[in-house]
């Protein structure tokens, strides 16, 4: 069985399809024994699915630097 560690590592992995079938599995059954892993991977769906449902992006280099323009001039 995987550690608690291990298991958070599969999950994050898991969200972005980057896991293999394998590790889904060690992750699932780790999930069955511990109650507070399994509890993570379900907010971490959560919280995967609002950040895609709103649409987040990054600002460019271009933005940020406009941004720190504007921050220093009203210092």
Not at 6 to 19: D, V
């Given at each position: 069985?995987?550690?608690?560690?291990?298991?958070?590592?599969?999950?994050?992995?898991?969200?972005?399809?980057?896991?293999s079938f394998v590790d889904i599995l060690r992750m699932k059954l780790h999930h069955l024994i511990c109650k507070t892993?399994?509890?993570h991977s379900s907010c971490n769906t959560q919280l995967t699915s609002l950040c895609?449902?709103?649409?987040l992006r990054h600002l460019s280099q271009a933005e940020k630097e406009k941004m720190k323009e504007t921050l220093s001039q009203h210092r």
């Open positions: 069985m995987v550690s608690c560690e291990k298991a958070t590592l599969i999950c994050n992995k898991a969200q972005y399809g980057e896991a892993c399994a509890k895609q449902k709103a649409k």
